[in-house]
């Protein structure tokens, strides 16, 4: 299937990426703005930090601690990207309605490959060419998915960032409706289905890690710092706390 989809152009790539001048405020928000004059702000990215006890040196992270902090005065950046792999749907539904149900699975699982794919190569390029912090990187297959390079790009809803909501202002941020088709369900699933979204962080030191369970202390902060009630924070951190709320989840 996957010759077939090459040969007869079965799948649309497309994809948006920018890059911004970023820095830490707030505690573990990351502030995103228009330009190097960093005198307007297009978005900010509130974080959250582990909470489980570590062995003595190892710090309770949160993907904040990768972007220099306001009050430095160092000049630093992030990016954010947007891709996927559509055009899909008609010939899914084609097998559906023909009960050809192992294509039709088969097909949304390639999509789904071909959208991590794109990913991967994006980022590759970003890191050599776009933002250029890595240009003499020359890395194998087997180096690519053990991740030996520098920098990640942390997706929310993932274990570092839980909160699918700010996929929101990233999809605002990158207008990734007009730039690459791609759009928001009203519980922040992506469509097309296969698609990928998210942050680049260059620091060297930057990791992938999970945030893990978070206390109530935790969540009124974050509440605060993203202008919203208590309960609504609880709601979309349910599967996070470490403590029972009275809320109902989502």
């Known amino acids: 299937m996957l010759g077939r989809i090459v040969r007869e152009g079965w799948v ?32 900010t990215w509130h974080n959250l930090r582990q909470q489980n006890h570590k062995p ?8 904040a601690d990768f972007i220099a902090p306001k009050e430095t005065g160092v000049a630093d950046w992030i990016g954010a990207f947007a891709v996927c792999a559509g055009g899909i749907e008609q010939r899914v539904a084609d097998f559906e309605a023909a009960h050809d149900d192992y294509n039709a699975i088969m097909l949304k699982v390639l999509a789904d490959r071909l959208a991590e794919a794109f990913a991967e190569r ?12 890595a240009p ?23 274990p570092a960032c839980p909160d699918h909501r700010p996929k929101g202002p990233l999809f605002r941020l990158l207008d990734a409706e007009r730039n690459a088709g791609m759009r928001l ?32 202390d935790q969540v009124e902060d974050y509440a605060r710092r993203s202008g919203m009630p208590v309960s609504e924070a609880e709601k979309w951190l349910a599967p996070h706390l470490a403590y029972e709320a009275e809320t109902v989840p989502l």
């Open 185 to 216: 369900t009203e519980s922040f699933a992506m469509w097309p289905a296969a698609s990928v979204s998210g942050f680049y962080l260059s620091h060297p030191e930057s990791q992938y890690f999970a945030v893990g369970k978070v206390g109530r």
């Open 122 to 133: 994006l980022h590759e390029r970003v890191r050599r060419e776009f933002w250029g912090y």
């Open 136 to 158: 003499e990187e020359r890395l194998g297959s087997a180096d690519l998915i053990a991740e030996a390079y520098r920098g990640i790009r942390p997706a929310p809803g993932y």
């Open 12 to 43: 649309v790539a497309n994809g948006v990426f920018a890059l911004y001048p970023a820095a830490r405020a707030n505690g573990d928000d990351i502030e995103i703005y228009r330009d190097a004059a960093r005198s307007e702000r297009l978005m």
């Open 56 to 63: 003595t040196g190892r710090a309770n992270l949160c993907l």
